[in-house]
């Protein structure tokens, strides 16, 4: 007959299966996203907002919940680092003002919902200590890289796209903007995934590096080069006394072939050609509602739509409400009527929010921002996760990029990254 357990005998903890599941699917999610873009995001059932991705995330929070409800509280949310802890408020008063004002319909759900993935970053946090963020790493590298190889074939015309009954917008459709910044993101983390073969590594690199200058969009080239160029200073890859001196010598000599190589390929192709006008040229190439002008006039008419109710400008109008037909700024945004954000993130959260929710909104964004560059040598998670939230804030300036839930999935994720691999968060696991 087994003796019970004595004062002094170990009994070991029963596994806390619940919550290493639910925090696996929490990060699914957001991978989801980054490995298919824009239609992977929207992969789910058709004529609904029910969509694979929120489904995984809701799974696990779930999970989550279920966890807390047998073992106490998830260990680590509390504690983790107080600026997350602030932002994650500031965004939640944001979310609370913009229902407040809002419409109640679906449309209002879908403006709402970037705000609450942004107020549950600590949760996020949490779920890549429980997986562990060298695991996640390893899976944003692999998800970043399927995307390259998609966007790399379809792009360069072996890939058309696809329609499917369970997907919202045909598979392998391209989005520059976005899709260039995963490409950055999978370039930056091959630079120094030593689990991959040196060849798979430097063929996604120059996979990802011509599918961005053959796509053509210059919001998505620029978001890559930040992404790596974040990664790369990061680490400070020249410190090194014995390698650094042959690693600036290698860059130096690179640079060069790279720019021969891509004009010689420009000049001979007109796929290339045609992305390498739409990189360099200006509003004549490009079609009238996506030149620079064009967004900034649809800017102004925002701004003065909302301004000129004093309500609206300080509180906003709200989630939900149609302020790009309202001020007449459609006509510069293509003239679509299913365009409904402003193409930035700033004025858009000004339209919907006012001056209150914006400045709530914001002050969390650059809050994080900063945090985040200050932890960009303390682990390569977080040099990672910085370097996503600088490419991707950037395109969100001039695209439609943090309002989509590709765009505000993969942020959380990138802030989840940075602060997971914060020292502090050392107590709390």
Do not use: K
């Not at 939640?92 to 209002?108: F, I, K, N, S």
């Not at 997986?131 to 890289?145: C, F, I, K, M, Q």
């Not at 967004?295 to 609206?312: C, F, K, L, T, Y």
Request: proline content about 6%; glycine content about 10%.
């Amino acid at each position: 007959m087994p003796t019970p357990p004595g004062p002094t005998t170990l009994v070991p903890r029963a596994p806390r299966t619940a919550l290493h599941a639910g925090a696996a699917l929490i990060i699914a999610g957001p991978l989801v996203a980054v490995a298919g873009g824009r239609w992977g995001s929207y992969i789910g059932i058709p004529g609904t907002p029910v969509f694979l991705a929120d489904l995984l995330v809701i799974a696990g929070l779930a999970l989550f919940a279920l966890d807390s409800a047998r073992h106490g509280s998830v260990p680590g949310v509390a504690r983790s680092p107080r600026v997350l802890r602030t932002a994650a408020t500031l965004w939640v008063g944001a979310l609370a003002l913009g229902v407040m004002r809002g419409t109640g319909d679906l449309l209002a759900v879908r403006d709402a919902l970037p705000f609450a993935y942004l107020a549950l970053t600590p949760v996020l946090v949490r779920a890549v200590r429980i997986v562990g963020r060298g695991r996640v790493l390893r899976w944003v590298t692999a998800a970043a890289a399927v995307h390259s190889v998609w966007f790399g074939a379809a792009v360069f015309g072996v890939l058309p796209e696809i329609s499917m009954p369970l997907a919202g917008i045909p598979v392998f459709t391209t989005r520059g903007d976005f899709d260039g910044l995963v490409c950055g993101i999978a370039i930056a983390t091959m630079l120094a995934a030593r689990r991959v073969p040196l060849a798979v590594r430097l063929g996604i690199i120059v996979l990802s590096a011509a599918a961005v200058m053959a796509h053509g969009s210059r919001a998505g080239l620029v978001a890559a080069l930040l992404v790596v160029a974040v990664t790369v200073v990061g680490a400070r890859p020249f410190r090194d006394e014995r390698l650094g001196p042959v690693r600036l010598a290698a860059v130096f000599l690179a640079l060069p072939m790279l720019l021969a190589a891509f004009v010689v390929a420009a000049r001979s192709s007109a796929g290339w050609a045609r992305g390498f006008e739409r990189l360099v040229a200006g509003p004549a190439v490009e079609g009238s509602s996506n030149t620079t002008s064009a967004r900034v006039d649809a800017w102004e008419s925002i701004v003065a739509h909302v301004a000129s109710d004093p309500w609206s400008r300080w509180l906003g109008e709200g989630f939900g409400s149609s302020f790009v037909a309202d001020s007449g700024a459609l006509v510069h945004l293509s003239g679509d009527a299913a365009v409904r954000q402003a193409h930035s993130f700033v004025i858009g959260w000004f339209a919907m929010l006012g001056i209150v929710g914006a400045t709530l909104a914001l002050s969390a964004v650059a809050a994080v921002l900063i945090a985040s560059l200050r932890r960009v040598r303390t682990a390569r998670a977080a040099r990672i996760g910085a370097a996503i939230q600088v490419g991707l804030l950037f395109a969100a300036l001039v695209g439609v990029i943090l309002e989509s839930p590709f765009g505000y999935m993969t942020y959380a994720l990138a802030v989840a990254l940075t602060f997971a691999a914060d020292p502090d968060l050392d107590h709390a696991s």
